[in-house]
């Protein structure tokens, strides 16, 4: 007589469990998977890593002492960024501003270094990276609406950079400039500036 085969029930696996095989099973076999856990895990590393690592900053350089002094063309010239101090002085619509600060545009190496030691109101009014090489330009071939684009520039330029003095024409003479007129010009843009708002 033979005895009865007794089947054992099959216990199902816990759902948990299958879900993590499956997915690790995914992650192996799939290489596209493999590929993305990788990038993941790297990222997520470097992420960490240069969150908690020191990173050593540079104090900036001191700021340089500001001018204010009137210059001819010839004497911008001389502040293109090539200097020892690396100082940047551009002019738009007779006026020099001292750039300094955008060095990374207006020096040497940045998308508008033609305009560093420059008048860089022609190129601006026509939308052009180039300054004139003239003596003085007086920008009377301009029509309003290049004009218009040079005021606004100019007025840009005013908000953003510290002013240094005027462009001079030929034969014009420089204003001399003390300490006390030079507050008085501080002073009186800055009331200009509040009614204008």
């Known amino acids: 007589m033979s005895v009865p085969e007794t089947k054992i029930p099959e216990t199902p696996e816990p759902e948990s469990s299958s879900f993590v095989s499956n997915l690790i099973s995914e992650i192996v076999y799939s290489p596209v998977n493999l590929l993305l856990t990788v990038i993941i895990v790297v990222l997520v590393y470097k992420i960490l890593k240069s969150k908690f690592s020191k990173v050593s900053v540079e104090a900036p350089p001191p700021p340089l002492p500001k001018i204010r ?84 520039w100019e007025a840009q330029f005013r908000e953003k950079y510290d002013l240094v003095g005027r462009l001079l024409k030929p034969g014009e003479e420089p204003t001399n400039y003390s300490d006390e007129e030079q507050e008085e010009t501080e002073n009186a843009d800055h009331s200009h500036d509040k009614k204008e708002k």
């Open 69 to 152: 002094k009137d210059m001819t063309v010839a004497e911008l010239k001389q502040y293109d960024g090539t200097q020892p101090d690396g100082r940047v002085l551009v002019a738009v619509n007779g006026w020099i501003f001292d750039v300094t600060r955008g060095r990374r545009f207006y020096g040497p190496g940045g998308p508008y270094a033609a305009f560093g030691g420059k008048d860089a109101s022609r190129g601006l009014a026509t939308f052009s990276v180039t300054s004139s090489d003239k003596e003085y330009d007086d920008l009377s071939d301009l029509n309003s609406m290049e004009m218009d684009s040079v005021k606004e």
